[in-house]
């Protein structure tokens, strides 16, 4: 109000440096912003693009690359493993969802409740995440040995029969489920108890006034009150967990008989292995789309709730 | 019962003191100290401290400790005591639950034979390097955002975010072909560091993170360094770098915890044997390893992020649930 009231002549005056101070601050801005942008340009941005354009290319780097239209696509779902690798994904994606997220929130639910050995407790569910990944798949893997194995040997210490677990069709994808639940509880864990600690204890009171048992404030109090986190983890994790590669790299390679192939392990077969780089884009591309539907609810979940 | 009447709700700890005191004077019974219900969870408190109560508590308590210990220690324990074992002695039937001899052996072999030595110094270079690397680059750039407010700064806010909407494993061949083949430049990062260091820079969460934190710091302070005459690169490094301290800390360990843990990406990217990080190394030579060898490598694997975690728990479990709330 008070410029616009000025004498023109003033504001002429004024306006250079104004604008030169505006541009001034905006290139010290891109000039701090270059590094991260250069690093977010070439490997994050350019890739994602790329992902799309590879996907109805043929390249072999030598020549130009040629449009190929739909081949790409073609040659993946007429693979044989095209649809196990989904199913299985799938199957990964469920069977993880119901130890991984089921779980977890138990265990925090009756962790909350313990007044005792609570730093011990959270110290060790969460040591797991600290391995390195591949440390805990061949800890695993050498867990699942069925002759010396340590899962067969307590199985006979109770004298139950041991399992064949890796190298049978039936076990060997429940197999992988168990050591990614194991690698990957505590952080589930640990993020419910955090939200547990901030319900408030106004409304357990007021639900026992009103006679409500231990179950019912459990349904009524507890899981309203951390339904968003539940939410958002739920989509967090199916997100993460369509991704599994390394134990099945690691630990089957895919077999047997198919029955552990995954999605990103096709991926990177078709490229390192089957020397079909455009096939494994194409492969990729669709699971990007899978995964950005999620992402999308993710994103629509967390901006509807924290607005 | 008497509480039930005397009150409901938070001092519920209050009345049920005395109500023990009385209980503590009958001979049989040392004073106990009740349960604490400071914190009012699902479970009453007066229910807690009823006999029946705090039975049932304890029963709890130890079948939870024990089936942790069993579930998250034992395996660790028998991946320690394993690599002290001799060959036949894995395999026997029943297993021996301590090593028959003690011996360092299986270590010293498996430090020997697959170069873990080179390993951790390789990994020890990745890690260091991207943490270096994501600091410059993603606090300047979370600076600049929050504080700067360049022309077009949501945007490309916005675009940072979106990478956390597409997880790095779907888009790792075009983004290994980039490595491979860097556009404009034709650098060929594949097998040198950079190829870890740049792309750990691009982290979309840290800059998040980093950015909500700077957003929280009052402008006043910002203008008092500058009415000082201090220039943006001043204030940064002067006052909002000093202030900013327990974020930078839980991004610092998060970054290297990251590319510690990464196998993935260093898969694909460091494909000789001389630049493996330790994951991929072990991993590479896992089938040709006698079993306590293998065994002994994961123990001295996993001894480096298990050393973080016990010194920096706070940090770590900070950034796990500033993780959570993003949003």
């Not at chain 1, 909350?112 to 959270?122: F, G, S």
């Not at chain 1, 967990?241 to 630990?251: A, K, R």
């Not at chain 2, 519920?12 to 009012?40: C, H, L, M, V, Y």
Request: a positive charge; one cysteine or more; proline letters at 6%.
């Amino acid at each position: 109000m008070t410029t616009a009231s000025l004498p023109v002549a003033n504001r002429r005056r004024r306006q250079p440096t104004k604008l030169r101070r505006a541009v001034r601050r905006n290139l010290t801005a891109y000039g701090f912003l270059c590094g991260a942008l250069i690093c977010f340009a070439f490997f994050s941005w350019y890739p994602m693009v790329r992902q799309v354009i590879l996907s109805f290319q043929k390249t072999n780097f030598v020549d130009a690359p040629e449009w190929v239209g739909l081949k790409n696509f073609r040659t993946v779902f007429s693979d044989p493993a095209f649809a196990p690798a989904w199913i299985n994904t799938a199957m990964f994606t469920l069977l993880a969802l119901l130890c991984g997220y089921v779980i977890p929130f138990i265990t925090a639910l009756v962790l909350n409740e313990l007044r005792h050995a609570r730093a011990y407790l959270r110290f060790v569910v969460y040591l797991p995440v600290m391995l390195p990944p591949a440390v805990g798949v061949l800890l695993f893997q050498w867990f699942y040995n069925p002759d010396y194995g340590l899962f067969n040997q307590v199985l006979g210490f109770f004298h139950l029969p041991g399992l064949q677990w890796l190298n049978s069709t039936s076990t060997a994808l429940i197999s992988l489920v168990i050591v990614s639940t194991w690698m990957n509880m505590g952080s589930g864990t640990l993020i419910y108890l955090a939200a547990l600690q901030t319900i408030p204890s106004e409304l357990y009171e007021a639900a026992e006034l009103d006679g409500a048992g231990l179950f019912k404030r459990i349904r009524h109090i507890t899981i309203p009150q951390t339904k968003l986190i539940l939410l958002v983890m739920l989509l967090l994790q199916i997100v993460a967990t369509m991704q599994v590669f390394i134990e099945p790299y690691l630990l089957t390679g895919g077999g047997p008989e198919n029955s552990t192939v995954t999605v990103v392990y096709l991926m990177y077969q078709y490229a390192f292995n089957f020397g079909s780089l455009n096939a494994g884009n194409a492969l990729g591309l669709m699971l990007m789309l899978v995964l950005m539907v999620f992402s999308a609810i993710y994103l629509r979940v967390s901006r509807d709730n924290t607005v | 019962m008497s509480n039930a009447t005397v009150t409901p709700g938070r001092s519920a700890d209050a009345p049920s003191s005395p109500g023990w005191d009385e209980r503590g004077g009958r001979r049989q019974r040392r004073p106990r100290k009740p349960i604490n219900t400071q914190f009012r969870t699902a479970v009453s408190p007066h229910q807690l401290n009823t006999t029946h109560g705090r039975i049932i508590y304890w029963i709890v308590l130890v079948i939870v400790v024990v089936s942790f210990t069993a579930a998250f220690v034992f395996p660790l324990y028998w991946m320690i005591t394993g690599a002290m074992k001799s060959t036949e002695e894995l395999n026997s039937i029943p297993p021996t639950f301590l090593p028959e001899h003690f011996s360092l052996d299986g270590y010293l072999q498996a430090w020997d034979l697959l170069e873990l030595g080179r390993l951790l110094g390789n990994t020890a270079l990745y890690a260091g390097g991207a943490w270096l690397l994501t600091i410059a680059f993603d606090v300047s750039a979370a600076y600049a955002l929050s504080k700067l407010r360049p022309v077009l700064g949501k945007v490309v806010l916005a675009l940072m975010l979106s990478t956390l909407m597409i997880p790095p494993l779907v888009i790792m061949l075009p983004a290994y072909l980039t490595v491979k083949d860097v556009p404009f430049f034709h650098w060929d990062l594949l097998n040198t560091p950079w190829a870890i260091w740049l792309p750990a820079a691009a982290n979309g969460f840290n800059v998040f993170l980093l950015k909500r934190f700077f957003d929280s710091i009052p402008r006043e302070l910002l203008e008092a360094a500058e009415i000082d005459g201090a220039s943006p690169g001043r204030v940064l490094w002067s006052v909002v770098i000093p202030i900013s301290r327990p974020i930078l800390g839980v991004v610092s360990i998060l970054t290297v915890v990251n590319v510690w843990r990464d196998f993935v990406w260093p898969l694909l990217v460091l494909p000789d044997s001389d630049r493996m990080s330790i994951s991929i190394g072990i991993a590479s030579l896992s089938s040709q390893m006698p079993q306590n060898v293998l065994v002994a490598s994961l123990v001295i694997a996993s001894i480096p992020t298990i050393v973080v975690f016990f010194i920096f728990q706070r940090h770590i479990m900070a950034g796990l649930t500033a993780g959570s709330l993003k949003g």
